[in-house]
DNA sequence: GTGGACAACATTGTTCACAATTGTGCGGGG
DNA sequence: CCCCGCACAATTGTGAACAATGTTGTCCAC
């Protein structure tokens, strides 16, 4: 039940701001308005839906400021993620961050945006896996679904994957090296020229799709 | 209703592993045994209680390794905290947080453990106030909450308090001389030293009060 | 035309009873 | 003596009704 409220969340079935009303989530996903309520709460605690008394429930807006802000706790915790990776790296795991690096060439050099944009989201998640940090994985989950909008945008901003493909580059680099700074100040560089970027994309109209 | 159940998770008392039922807390806390379903519900998505399908809640017991993942964490992003802190620290904050140095120094050379730990709570607070990364600061909360336990274990480990002093001192220092790099680099000194004292004080029995 | 009291409506909060599921003790058979 | 099935107790999940609250629209005085 909640996966799916959650996933339409995401998915952006819900503009942000618009109301959740119990009765109509209840009918949608076809299931008990205690379902839905209980729903609801969990996904105000993580950050997704704003929930006032007696007033009900909405998809929570994230502002320009909380965006990078959340890209800010981001860039420490991938950071600690990647140093990690690089030292837990195995033989297998070097070999499919390489697979992704490659792959994100050849979609860079076709201005495949969208396959690139799905191998952003392959190659940080493989780096949390990498890494083993569970409670890093679970504040990460969090955060990046609180900011999927900006992280949307962002992809599909002209000329982002040619200034991001030499940072991830980097990062894979680093880690199959097996030196851990050198991966966590790859991943800062990395996210601390998302926080730059974010700025310029901030309220450009999403068309695509 | 749940700022309740977390205080008395929190306080101790329920002990790690115990059964948390419905019908037990609605009467404890005198409220309908929806609201308590509902806080339970909350607090498992803080990572305080477990809930499985039909078998009711009980509070989750944090083990060392999980412990040492969350202090990890921690370490990455009051790290950040504290090099925003050491940006954004006006003269009133910095009295503040010197003031805390000074009770801290006093606290230790009295001997005084349970002051020094309130001290303790109150520096690491602050720090995050003056980060002003609202973010940092909820992803912060819940990861304390849920290391409480050997946070005190730690705290009451005797010899702690003149090994974390210079520490906390250092921290103090990096922010109030308004050096960014050195104040991450304190911090994450500090939490270096937690998380290698961790495992020394695992399974210690709680006696004090 | 504007503002305020008031009523009708919509939505959430709460309670209750009952259904569904799981844990447990008991007795019988191997 | 141990293991399996069965009934019963304990507990959670769910749905419906009702209460409480907030919102919207209307009417009337000014």
Redesign the interface.
């Given at each position: 039940m909640v996966d799916a409220i959650r996933d339409a969340i995401t998915r952006g079935d819900f503009a942000p701001d618009q109301r959740l009303v119990e009765a109509e989530l209840s009918e949608r996903f076809d299931a008990g308005r205690g379902a839905v309520?209980?729903a609801l709460?969990?996904l105000?605690?993580?950050?997704l839906v704003e929930r006032v008394q007696n007033r009900g429930a909405r998809v929570r807006a994230v502002s320009l400021d909380?965006a990078i802000?959340?890209t800010?706790?981001r860039?420490?915790?991938e950071?600690?993620c990647a140093a990690r990776a690089a030292d837990r790296a195995t033989d297998a795991d070097k070999a499919e961050l390489r697979e992704i690096a490659e792959q994100m060439r050849t979609a860079v050099a076709g201005g495949d945006v969208w396959s690139y944009s799905e191998l952003n989201k392959r190659l940080h998640s493989l780096v949390l896996r990498v890494s083993g940090?569970?409670?890093?994985h679970?504040?990460l989950s969090r955060?990046r679904g609180q900011n999927v909008r900006h992280q949307f945008r962002l992809a599909l901003h002209p000329g982002r994957p040619s200034v991001s493909l030499p940072q991830h580059l980097a990062i894979v680099d680093a880690i199959c090296a097996g030196d851990p700074a050198a991966a966590e100040q790859a991943m800062r560089a990395h996210l601390g020229s998302v926080i730059e970027a974010l700025p310029e994309v901030d309220g450009t109209r999403i068309t695509a799709l």
């Open positions: 309520r209980n709460v969990q105000a605690t993580e950050g909380e802000e959340i800010e706790v860039m420490a915790v950071g600690l940090q569970r409670t890093a679970e504040v955060l």
